[in-house]
């Protein structure tokens, strides 16, 4: 999970300097637009083609200005969202984890309660711990017992219905 989400700030930052390089592209053109709408200004006075083009220099401008106000909010607003999936992510670790201990389970039930959570079944559990399918059965069948559910779905939908 941590790898993957390496991976999406990664692509992110990637992202934003790409849209940083390209407002900085913008201004660059917008100054020179706006320069040369002020030399031209001033060479030839006040003409209708010099009065276009310098409307549109200075709406390049305040475009580049609104694009980089706009970036920079939606970086503000990411970094928000960011923060909170990570609390959220520490509050539901916090809350199954309070859920386990209330049941009783040991640590191996833990494990294979959080593997079922996951959506895995009994012989991908035996497969990823390296244990017994027959031994995931019966800790399976302890855990729906200690937490009050007969299935995997009823365990499933105990979270769920604590999330909502």
Do not use: N
């Amino acid at each position: 999970m941590a790898a993957s989400r390496k991976t999406g700030l990664m692509r992110r930052d990637r992202q934003t300097l790409l849209v940083a390089a390209v407002l900085v592209i913008q201004a660059v053109a917008a100054m020179f637009f706006v320069a040369d709408a002020i030399g031209d200004l001033a060479a030839d006075g006040m003409t209708r083609h010099i009065a276009v083009e310098a409307m549109i220099a200075f709406a390049l401008m305040a475009g580049v200005i609104v694009g980089a106000w706009h970036l920079r909010v939606l970086l503000a607003e990411a970094d928000r969202r960011e923060r909170a999936l990570t609390v959220a992510r520490g509050a539901l670790a916090d809350h199954l984890s309070a859920r386990f201990r209330d049941w009783g389970l040991t640590t191996a039930e833990a494990e294979v309660a959080l593997f079922a959570l996951k959506g895995c079944d009994a012989g991908e559990i035996a497969r990823l711990r390296g244990a017994a399918p027959g031994t995931v059965r019966a800790q399976l069948s302890s855990i729906y017992s200690k937490s009050g559910v007969s299935s995997q779905a009823g365990l499933v939908s105990l979270f769920f219905d604590d999330l909502l």
